[in-house]
Every structure is written in C-alpha cells, then in structure tokens.
C-alpha cells in the first residue's frame, strides 16, 4: 500500500510539474488510473490516496471489477476497443467510452441508449499514430465521423482520445498529441449538436508530460502506479487482442 501510495504521488507531481512548464493550471488535467490485470483490492488500495477515474480495457474485467468497487464512488469508463456484440454489457458499467471510432458502433449505442432511455459521455478515438496495430479512425475521417455522430441524441461528445506511438522518440510522439488537440480545435468550431469536446484523453506512464505540453486533460497512467504487468502496453491496444 505504502508503494502505490509513493507511485500516485509521483505520477502527480509529475502532472503539476508539466502544467507548470506549460503554463496551465495543475486542476486542469485529470488522472485515470489504467486498471488492466490489476486486482480489484489493489485497486481499492489506490483509491485510498486518489479518487480520480478509473479506465478498464476489457468488458469482461470491467463486469468484474465494477460489483466489487462500486461502493467506492469512482467513475468507470471504457478505454479498449468494443466489439458490437458487448454495447450492451459494457453499457452496465461504464460511465463514459473513450474508443468510439465507428459508425457501427455509433448505431449500436445509440440503439441501445434509446432503449434503456438515457444517454452516454463518449470520446472519439482517433488513430494518430497511423499504425495498423491500433483501432481508432483515421484523422482525414475524423470530422466526418463527428458529423455522423452529431444526428444521434444519446451520444454526448466530451473530447477526443489517442494512443501515442509506443517508445517513439519525443518528436514523432508530440506530433501525435498535437495532431489530436487541433482537430479538437476544428470539431469545436463546428458547434455540433451533443457536442462539448472540450477533453483531450491523451498519455500514459512514459509521456504523460509530452502530453500534457500538448493539451491533455485526462491521462491514463497504470504502469507507473501499479508496476509492469506481464505483457507490454502495446499488447492491450493491439488489434490481436480485441476486447
């Protein structure tokens, strides 16, 4: 406990000392704890020094994990890639989906929201990186799937979501970021409906600063709180590996 609690802190002061260098208020930017493979106590010992956000990668993980921590008050939201045939299930659970990056996947919330009669925060996930191991639209497609999703009622745009290149040198990862904060620049002088994308979901435990010079208001940080799993990052975001 003592060493998650020493992780937190310094993944924190790692946020304020980047807002600083950027200029911005440390308040604006939000942790999300990346809970994959991490066990539901270890969890509830993290909450213990932060109740910022929780992020699951995999529905399954997230059914589990959600009946033992909900007593805790945190927000869950979806960070992985969705399948179709789990809207339903992950839709008990989460609070908000980051990886929205389809128009199938778009109807099929929808038609379930109307359904249950509610509606749900969503980010669009946006392939910065052009790599072909990762899910989210391309950013040429990106303002059209905005568009699309702007005639659907039940889906609240708040922001936009990435995943930088893995182990890039600085250059390569910033333009990731950058190329994400200006096409939330161009989605908002569009003044869609349903949407508020004022968020930009963005960095983990290697480049969170990097991110956050860049605008970030969310980074999702697992590693550096919790230790190194078993597989590297790159194995939960791969394409191999769907939720």
Known sequence: MNKIRENIETVKARMRAACIH?????????????????SAETIRQALIFDKNLLGENKVQELSQKHSQLIATGTEFHFIGHL???????????????????????????????QF??????????????????????????????????????TLKVKGLMTIGLFGAEQKRLRKCFRLLRNLKSEIKDLNLANFAPDELSMGMSNDLETAIEEGATIVRVGTAVFGDRIYPDSFYWNEQNPS
């Open 22 to 38: 950027s200029g911005r208020d440390p308040e604006s930017v939000r942790l999300l704890l990346a809970t994959k493979t991490v």
């Open 83 to 113: 399948q179709t045939n789990k809207v339903k299930q992950v839709l008990k659970y989460a609070s908000c989906i980051q990886s929205v990056d389809r128009l199938e996947l778009v109807q099929k919330l929808d038609q379930r929201l």
């Open 116 to 153: 249950e009669g509610r509606n749900l925060d969503i980010f669009i996930q946006v392939n910065t990186s052009y790599e072909e191991s990762k899910f989210g639209i391309s950013p040429e497609n990106a303002i059209s799937l905005a568009r699309e999703i702007s005639k659907y009622d």
